[in-house]
Structure formats: C-alpha cells, structure tokens
C-alpha cells in the first residue's frame, strides 16, 4: 500500500518569512495529492490540492509543487501569518483507492 | 465549511461504559470513515464505508464497532469504554463519484476516559 513521509515535525518561523514542508510517497501510482490544515480544536480542512497531471499550483500565499519522478511534493507558504499556525496534513490516494493516506503532521507556529 | 456534524464534541465517561459516537453528514456522500488522533497528531484510519449495510476495518485494530443503517449516518460505538481509548475521533466522508477525491472531515469528539 502507500506510504507518505512528511518532514519536519516542528516548524517555527518568524512572521512574514516563507514555511516549507516536504512529504515523499512510495506508490508510482498515485494522482491525488491534497493538503489539510487543522487548527486547534477542529477538524482537518482541505487548503489546496495537486493532481499528477500538474507540477505546480497556487493560490494566494500558498503553492504545492509535485515531482511524480522523484514521488515528492511540497507545501510553499509564503508571507506567513500568525493565524497560519496550525498542523498541517499531506496526503496522497489514486483512481479507486479507498481512502486518503495521510503523512504523520507538521504543527507549524508563526511567532508574532 | 463543510455539513458534516459530530456529537458530543468532548465526552468524559468512566471505565466500562458503553459510548456511541455520533457522526451524520447532509452532503448525500456514499463513503465514510473514522479516524483515531493520536496526541502526537498522526491520524489512523479505523473504520471506513462505502454505502448503506457497508463497513470495513481501516489500518489501525480498534475495539470500536460501527454501522452503516443510513447513507447520512456513520456512528461508532464502544461496548466497554478503557482509559486506552482516549483520544481525539474524527469522522470524514466524501463522494466515490466526486473527481476530487477530498474528504471532509466533522470537527471531532474528544474523548477521555477515567
């Protein structure tokens, strides 16, 4: 089955600077590559997805880029804002797939 | 914001007790699921549907049951509730005819258990 790796765990920045995180997948097969944020006390909210068909995506403050050759993809947040603190989710699936498969989380805090 | 609903949102109850989590979406999605987050954030798939009279075990062994007796309504149930039971439970659904593939996720019970 899939496997995501997401990095880093932790993630501090100062307001204004630029927050990358980095999840890697292990099946070749997977097209859908959604990112979820999560703030305290809510349920993860989808902010931005990528299908395999695209290398790179924004909206706003935030792009995901893909690179389905080396089966990573990342999280760009730039300008960032105290209200960007949060835990943030990648995820990947594909075409029939049951589920989502979630990376491990990264809580990311933007200190004012 | 999403019409996916659960309830309680935060549930204390003491060892033994028998507890049913709630979890009803208004979205008309076929596939449902429930997931377990751990303090550390990770979240584990325990228990997933694809429809009405629908239930499969997700990645994660979990002693909690399920049904699936109406598309809107996905409940969890633990017949005998353990302090190793705490923790955050999270429901999500989305459409099996939808492009996206997202899901959407309730806001969580929180349970703790004495």
């Known amino acids: 089955g899939e496997n995501v790796e997401q990095h880093p765990s932790t993630l501090s920045v100062q307001e204004g600077d630029s927050a990358v995180i980095k999840c890697t997948y292990s099946d070749s097969a997977s097209n859908y590559f959604p990112w979820y944020k999560q703030e305290l006390g809510k349920g993860p909210q989808l902010i931005i997805d990528?299908?395999?068909?695209?290398g790179e995506k924004k909206d706003q403050r935030i792009a995901v880029t893909l690179n389905k050759t080396a089966k990573h993809f990342s999280l760009h947040i730039t300008e960032t804002q105290p209200e960007d603190s949060a835990v943030y989710f990648c995820?990947?699936?594909?075409?029939?797939?049951?589920?989502?498969?979630f990376g491990t989380g990264t809580r990311l805090t933007v200190i004012p | 914001e999403a019409d996916i609903y659960q309830t309680p949102r935060y549930l204390v109850i003491g060892t033994g007790k028998k507890i049913t989590l709630e979890c009803s979406q208004t979205m008309g999605h076929d596939k449902m699921y429930w997931y377990q987050q751990d303090p550390g954030m990770e979240l584990h798939l325990i228990h997933y549907s694809y429809g009405v009279n629908s239930t499969e075990k997700g990645d994660l062994s979990s002693e909690s049951t399920v049904s699936r007796i109406r598309t809107e309504h996905f409940p969890l149930t633990l017949e005998s509730a353990r302090p190793s039971h705490t923790s955050q439970y999270l429901c999500?659904?989305?459409?099996?005819?939808?492009?996206?593939?997202?899901?959407?996720f309730g806001p969580g019970t929180r349970l703790t258990v004495l």
């Open positions: 999500a659904s989305t459409s099996r005819t939808s492009g996206t593939g997202e899901e959407f």
């Open positions: 990528i299908r395999s068909n695209v």
């Open positions: 995820a990947a699936s594909k075409t029939g797939a049951n589920n989502l498969f």
